[in-house]
Every structure is written in C-alpha cells, then in structure tokens.
C-alpha cells in the first residue's frame, strides 16, 4: 500500500499529513512525497526557489521517500496543464511501474478521522466525481486504485480537454468503466440517501467548497472542537459556509494550497499554522 501526494510549496503540509495518517489511517502504508516545487520563482512558491530544497529537507527529517519532478518546463504552463503532467508523467507512470494499492492525495488533504483502507479495498478504485458539461470525470485530488485488479487502467489520463480542467480526459476511462451503468450525480452523491457504488467503484461523497456549514458536519467530528474553530474562524469562507471541504467524512481538504488563487505567502503561512496546531 503507497500514499502518494504532489507537493509545490508548503513543507507544513507535508509535516501535517506525515502524522495526521500516523495517528488515523489503519494499516500498513509507504508514504511518498513527489517534489514539484520550482526551481524557478514562480507563484507556487512564492517566487523563493529555496522551498524545493526545504521540501526535500522535511522528507529526509520524517523519513519519507521524496522524488524530485523536473520541471522547467512549467514556467510555460498554466495550472491545472502543471497538474496534469504532472500526474500523467510522473505519478500515473511510476504507479504503472510499480503495481500496488495506492491512495493519491491532494497536497493539502488531511486525515482527521480514524480511516480502515478496507473500505475501499473491496473495489478496483475509490473516486470523487467531478461534472462539467453534463459530464462526469476524476478529481486527482483524492481516489484509490488497486492496480493489482483494476481494469482499463491504461485508458487513465489525467490530461485536459475542452471545457474540463486536469484529469478531464478520464471521463472516457469512465465512460468505458460504467458500461450501460448510468453514472451518478455529484449532488445526488451528497443530497440522496442511497450509495451510488458499483462492484468495482466507490464513489466518495463530499462536502464542497463554500456550500457547507456546521449542520452538515459529520457526526464523529462534532467533538473535535479545535477542527471546528479553524473551519469557523477560516476567512476564505464565504457567507457562513466553510471554505474548506470534507470527503467521506475523514478527509480534510484546506483547498488552494498551491496558491492558484493568487492569496499569497502571508495568508498560507497563517493558516496552515493554525491548520497544524488544530490537527496536530
């Protein structure tokens, strides 16, 4: 079993998911962090070239397998062609050269709940569906593949295309997947009171960025009461709905950590040290 995150800026987060899945993720488990920080001064790392070395740093203090991307290239594309070439090169390459069960998570995504992997173990893959145009695809944020078992594997691409951002070219991975199966709504994942799963894909529910509020937090998180003053206290939230988001009710996604957004040095580092000392 390999973890898997891509990580291009902040070394807190590394340090904040190498012990929140320490603490709640049940089993056996190689973490591996692949590097993506830039070599040149760019918006992701705040235009200090140092943070590529500060990433490999806190990987070699906490033991963690780093591999370093190239990527020079980058300074020519936008972000999510960055992600998904990423993806597709490095990451989906080296998972079809090392067949296993992974879970890849967004750089920024954090246990904060005990999670037993069984749970997703029992199907080829575990993903969250995204929509655009009436159609669903792959979110790389957050899905499980079992390449020991999983089919079509070979029709995964994480690439654009029109009208869908990274990861948009697995709709035909799914497509193919699904068969005549209909593929279910992301709303009806969330709002129905009914699983969606087939025998080979778990479909994960979450709680998406700025549409959730204290309500809908999940039961076995209403105790944790340093997690829920940082969602309240987060000042990206948006008419009282948290910024943040929740996936099958153990994940934490901060969301925006590789400063797409353009919020800056100042706004990350505050946060994600609030982040640390609410999970750690």
């Given amino acids: 079993m390999k973890i898997i995150t891509s990580v291009?800026?902040?070394?807190?987060?590394?340090?904040?998911?190498?012990?929140?899945?320490?603490?709640?993720?049940?089993?056996?488990?190689?973490?591996?962090?692949?590097?993506?920080?830039?070599?040149?001064?760019?918006?992701?790392?705040?235009?200090?070239?140092?943070?590529?070395?500060?990433?490999?740093?806190?990987?070699?203090?906490?033991?963690?397998?780093?591999?370093?991307?190239?990527?020079?290239?980058?300074?020519?594309?936008?972000?999510?062609?960055?992600?998904?070439?990423?993806?597709?090169?490095?990451?989906?390459?080296?998972?079809?050269?090392?067949?296993?069960?992974?879970?890849?998570?967004?750089?920024?995504?954090?246990?904060?709940?005990?999670?037993?992997?069984?749970?997703?173990?029992?199907?080829?893959?575990?993903?969250?569906?995204?929509?655009?145009?009436?159609?669903?695809?792959?979110?790389?944020?957050?899905c499980y593949f079992d390449m020991t078992k999983?089919?079509?594997?070979?029709?995964?691409?994480?690439?654009?295309?029109?009208?869908?951002?990274?990861?948009?070219?697995?709709?035909?991975?799914?497509?193919?997947?699904?068969g005549n199966t209909p593929i279910p709504n992301t709303h009806d994942i969330r709002w129905l009171d009914k699983e969606f799963h087939t025998n080979d894909i778990y479909f994960i529910k979450h709680l998406w960025s700025c549409s959730w509020d204290i309500s809908e937090l999940p039961i076995s998180l209403q105790d944790n009461i340093k997690l829920i003053d940082f969602l309240k206290n987060d000042v990206r939230n948006v008419n009282n709905k948290f910024f943040c988001e929740i996936y099958d009710n153990v994940f934490l996604h901060y969301r925006c950590g590789g400063n797409w957004r353009g919020e800056g040095l100042d706004l990350h580092k505050l946060l994600s040290q609030k982040l640390k000392k609410s999970l750690l």
Avoid at 100 to 121: A, G, H, P, R
Avoid at 150 to 178: A, P, V, Y
């Fill in 150 to 178: 999983m089919k079509n594997f070979e029709f995964i691409n994480w690439s654009l295309c029109t009208g869908f951002d990274s990861g948009g070219m697995t709709r035909e991975w799914l497509k193919k997947q699904m």
């Fill in 8 to 142: 291009v800026n902040d070394p807190i987060f590394i340090e904040i998911q190498y012990y929140t899945l320490k603490k709640y993720f049940q089993g056996e488990y190689e973490f591996i962090v692949f590097n993506d920080a830039k070599d040149f001064p760019d918006f992701t790392n705040y235009n200090d070239i140092t943070i590529k070395s500060e990433i490999q740093n806190i990987c070699s203090k906490l033991n963690i397998t780093c591999i370093n991307i190239q990527n020079e290239h980058h300074k020519f594309f936008d972000m999510s062609t960055r992600h998904a070439d990423t993806f597709n090169k490095h990451i989906l390459q080296y998972q079809k050269d090392n067949p296993d069960k992974y879970l890849l998570l967004d750089s920024d995504m954090f246990l904060v709940d005990y999670f037993d992997i069984n749970k997703y173990s029992n199907y080829d893959c575990a993903i969250v569906l995204q929509s655009r145009n009436n159609e669903g695809y792959l979110w790389p944020g957050l």
